[in-house]
């Protein structure tokens, strides 16, 4: 898959979670076996089944309007695409991905992002996230 495909398919399957939150729309980029998780969490899931749950039940219905995702570097070799982003956004919604077991607090936070995109036969394999937990934990007054 070329460089430009991988890009198109990563940015239809945000989309489909960020923009028009259709879980079938971020689904159809992935392999069937596909896994993500998101690592200070431990947030995830693996397969189309689990995720299809996972993006309908937990994740997409707790992303905040008020979220700003910028990419602030791309890195794209074959078969992969490593980036770096900065995420703004107000926790108005409990995140249990993000914050597990924390309601809504309405503070802001800033967070820097580094997102693993693994590609196989022309879809995502794997999505791993990483972000610094205890500043996100500063930033709410847990730590």
Known sequence: ???????????DHVAGEFLVKDV????STMV??????????????AGKEELRVYYRDMFIPSIPDAWEH????????????VEEADVHL???KQMD???????????QITAQLVIVVEF???????ERIYWDHAAVLRQIGKI
Do not use: Y
């Open 97 to 107: 991905w993000f914050l597990p077991s924390v309601p809504a607090t309405g503070k």
């Open 32 to 45: 069937e076996d596909a896994s993500v998780v998101h690592i200070p969490t431990g947030s995830g899931g």
């Open 120 to 126: 196989r036969a022309g879809k995502m394999s794997a």
């Open 70 to 81: 910028v990419m602030t570097n791309r890195v794209v070799t074959e078969g992969c695409i």
């Open 90 to 92: 107000t926790h108005s």
């Open 24 to 27: 079938e729309l971020s689904l």
């Open 1 to 11: 898959m070329s460089a430009e495909g991988q890009i198109k398919l990563w940015e």
